[in-house]
């Protein structure tokens, strides 16, 4: 049994996690807006309005000390960051406070999520952080996920040379049937990805110690 932190555990990727990482008797220690949506049995939870902010992640990392001081001084095993956001505009017409919001969603909470949790690791933790497939998101409207997405995988490239005893690894999904697909007028591809396949996917990467990119292509095992 492992002890799992989840920044982003009421998205439906991060509901899915904390199934499969429960069933396999982990510990989860759950981070998200909407502490409702948040999967039965996390051992401890703390909602943040905006993952961005480090005064509200510096609470939830204080919050989440005392539990673990009262559990025995236990650390994070591994961690996973499942907070996005998605819109479709172009650039022109896109308020500079939309662009804001998906960068904080996908790109600058990681690196809050990131700074104030470490203190928390333990000495080779296992890092996960749900990208995409940045380089097929080139499309109009897309400019803000597209370049958030894009920027996690330099973030977390950089992050693994800092941090040579972290195993780093960056989820990279195909279409996941997930809510996005409300947010933006595409259409979902007929073969997309269960949120439950990423989940075991990501499960079996921390056993197999992946690092680097995680590549998930619906209708490949």
């Given at each position: 049994?492992?002890?799992?932190?989840?920044?982003?555990?009421?998205?439906?990727?991060?509901?899915?996690?904390?199934?499969?990482?429960?069933?396999?008797?982990?510990?989860?220690?759950?981070?998200?807006?909407?502490?409702e949506?948040?999967?039965?049995?996390?051992?401890?939870?703390?909602?943040?309005?905006?993952?961005?902010?480090?005064?509200?992640?510096?609470?939830?990392?204080?919050?989440?000390?005392?539990?673990?001081?009262?559990?025995?001084?236990?650390?994070?095993?591994?961690?996973?960051?499942?907070?996005?956001?998605?819109?479709?505009?172009k650039?022109?017409?896109?308020?500079?406070?939309?662009?804001?919001?998906?960068?904080?969603?996908?790109?600058?909470?990681?690196?809050?999520?990131?700074?104030?949790?470490?203190?928390?690791?333990s000495?080779?933790?296992?890092?996960?952080?749900?990208?995409?497939?940045?380089e097929?998101?080139v499309?109009?409207?897309?400019?803000?996920?597209?370049?958030?997405?894009?920027?996690?995988?330099?973030?977390?490239?950089?992050?693994?040379?800092?941090?040579?005893?972290?195993?780093?690894?960056?989820?990279?999904?195909?279409?996941v049937?997930?809510?996005?697909?409300?947010?933006?007028?595409?259409?979902?591809?007929?073969?997309?990805?269960?949120?439950?396949?990423?989940?075991?996917?990501?499960?079996?990467?921390?056993?197999?110690?992946?690092?680097?990119?995680?590549?998930?292509?619906?209708?490949?095992?």
């Amino acid at each position: 049994m492992g002890h799992l932190l989840l920044v982003g555990a009421d998205s439906t990727i991060g509901q899915a996690i904390t199934k499969a990482f429960l069933e396999d008797e982990w510990e989860v220690w759950a981070v998200g807006r909407h502490p409702e949506r948040f999967a039965p049995g996390v051992q401890w939870s703390h909602a943040v309005a905006d993952v961005a902010d480090p005064s509200a992640m510096s609470q939830a990392f204080e919050s989440l000390r005392m539990h673990l001081q009262a559990q025995g001084e236990r650390q994070v095993d591994a961690m996973v960051y499942a907070v996005g956001d998605i819109t479709a505009q172009k650039v022109a017409e896109m308020p500079p406070e939309t662009w804001h919001r998906i960068l904080n969603a996908n790109l600058t909470g990681a690196f809050i999520a990131t700074r104030t949790f470490a203190p928390l690791f333990s000495p080779e933790p296992h890092l996960f952080f749900i990208g995409a497939i940045s380089e097929k998101l080139v499309l109009p409207g897309l400019s803000a996920y597209a370049t958030a997405k894009a920027g996690l995988e330099t973030f977390t490239a950089v992050l693994t040379k800092e941090n040579p005893r972290w195993k780093i690894t960056t989820v990279r999904p195909g279409a996941v049937a997930t809510r996005f697909w409300e947010r933006v007028p595409f259409r979902m591809p007929a073969q997309s990805l269960q949120p439950e396949e990423v989940a075991l996917r990501i499960l079996e990467a921390y056993y197999n110690e992946q690092k680097g990119n995680l590549e998930l292509v619906p209708g490949q095992a």
